[in-house]
């Protein structure tokens, strides 16, 4: 397999994953090239043809992958980016809660009330 075919299988939203966090796990592991491209690979394969995300960007003047996720309202608690960087930095980002399909809202793990029981998962203590 190519570095490219590689890459596309890595980049690959996974299911019910929501936008907010795959941007978030693309830039963790590739970082940013001031533009938009995870949310368009992202809109490309979930959401083709969402007109709204577009304005939606434009309105908040995101110009970069990295404004995504407050775009979206979803880093609207105050220790969210801290949080995020903190899981970037010991590997992973925290795995999405899970959207419905062609949904372009951030999951429960965007400082929403989880909509199901079982948020406890990943908190050993
Ligand atoms: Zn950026
Ligand atoms: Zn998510």
Do not use: I
Not at 39 to 60: E, I, Q, S
């Amino acid at each position: 397999m190519t570095n490219a075919g590689l890459l596309d299988l890595w980049t690959e939203p996974q299911e019910r994953e929501c936008l907010g966090c795959y941007v978030s796990r693309l830039l963790a592991d590739f970082g940013c090239d001031s533009t938009l491209r995870w949310m368009r690979r992202w809109r490309a394969m979930r959401a083709p043809g969402v007109a709204a995300l577009d304005r939606l960007f434009r309105r908040h003047d995101v110009k970069c992958d990295c404004g995504v996720p407050a775009a979206l309202g979803a880093a609207a608690r105050s220790d969210a980016p801290a949080a995020l960087g903190a899981a970037a930095c010991s590997g992973a980002p925290p795995p999405c809660a899970g959207v419905r399909r062609g949904s372009t809202r951030p999951c429960s793990m965007w400082g929403r009330p989880p909509d199901a029981p079982g948020g406890a998962r990943g908190s050993p203590t």
